[in-house]
């Protein structure tokens, strides 16, 4: 049997070659997360998730013990990937008011995407089905993305009077940065969750951004935040 016949077996057995095996995962968990938010957790069924990903049934059991793991997996690895992936996010604007506000607009537009919106949606729909998962993804995200809002904010106040302020303290920039993102981003993703025309919340992130900006550097600049 060539290399190419045995690898094409290994994967229908179950087992990919090491090397393929990252590549195996990617697609069905990219497959799964299009097949959950079209169909929803039990519409979605193993055998079209296989199908969609170009893999064996044995192989996505191989790797997740059930539905409801691949699931998991899904969610939990949607969430840790798009706050990671907006690290590289690079502020630009001529004050620090625009780059927060093209900061603030950049997270809501990346949290926006209809795709994502389509997997929060269910997976808050189903938050009773997998209540640990909920209050799992719920502190990984606010863990990862305080971090990189505190990384900005800290690149960004390193050249600005702001660095000198309280606020900016590397021991309160954590707090600073949560403050940041309640203010400016979250009430954007409450009202995705929910708004069945998400034009209606697109047309207002810019005013509203710019308003949440303004209110977030006067308190830092009079000692509002601790």
Not at 16 to 41: H, M, Q, S, Y
Not at 188 to 212: H, W
Request: glycine content about 6%; proline content about 4%; charged content about 25%.
């Amino acid at each position: 049997m060539g290399k190419a016949s045995a690898r094409r077996a290994a994967v229908r057995s179950g087992r990919p070659p090491k090397e393929l095996a990252g590549e195996v995962d990617e697609r069905i968990l990219d497959a799964a997360r299009k097949i959950f938010v079209e169909r929803g957790f039990e519409g979605a069924s193993i055998d079209e998730i296989a199908e969609a990903a170009r893999a064996g049934k044995p192989t996505i059991y191989a790797r997740f013990a059930d539905k409801r793991a691949l699931f998991t997996t899904v969610v939990t690895r949607d969430v840790v990937t798009r706050i990671t992936r907006f690290k590289g996010e690079v502020p630009t604007g001529a004050t620090i008011e625009e780059r927060l506000a093209n900061l603030a607009t950049a997270a809501v537009h990346w949290t926006l995407e209809t795709e994502r919106m389509g997997l929060m949606r269910l997976a808050v729909a189903e938050a009773r089905r997998f209540p640990d998962l909920a209050s799992t993804v719920i502190r990984t995200a606010r863990k990862l993305s305080t971090e990189v809002a505190a990384r900005h904010l800290g690149e960004m106040t390193r050249s600005d009077q702001l660095g000198s302020l309280t606020a900016f303290a590397p021991e309160r920039l954590a707090t600073t940065a949560r403050f940041f993102l309640d203010l400016a981003v979250v009430p954007f993703l409450l009202r995705a969750l929910f708004e069945v025309n998400p034009k209606t919340v697109q047309a207002e992130i810019g005013p509203n951004v710019a308003r949440s900006v303004t209110f977030f550097l006067a308190a830092c600049r009079h000692g509002g935040v601790s």
